[in-house]
């Protein structure tokens, strides 16, 4: 329902996530396709972009670099400046606030500790609030 109010205000979904449990053997490749074949089932996603290198690789794509976000902006054409990067890992504020994004962290008691968000958002309604104030 968040997704949908948020394409209704014109932006774009676009999912971006380090899998690096593919990389390691931990989880295959099938089965990350999988799961991502049920989100794209289950909203109304523009895109879905990973990065599925350790942490010990150093790319630019995984999170908190904002590869991924400088990618996607590149390929659906979009001003990351008038972007929300929605998360709730210190990793998706640092890789929005290197992009160029607003942020928004999802309040929660494992990341209290974490302080460089643009907006906090208590539910996924709220969220809603945040960017409608903003189109």
Known sequence: EMVTKLKQMGYLAIVVTNQPTVADGTLSKRDLDLMHQKLREELPLDDIAVCMHT???NCRCRKPKPGLLLDAANA???DL???FMIGDWWRDIDAGKGAGCKTVL????SNDHILNYDYL?????HVVKIVSAHV
């Open 106 to 109: 999802m309040s929660m008691p």
């Open 76 to 78: 659906h054409d979009i």
């Open 121 to 125: 958002a208590r539910d996924l309604d």
């Open 81 to 83: 400046s008038r972007s």
């Open 55 to 57: 942490e010990g690789e």
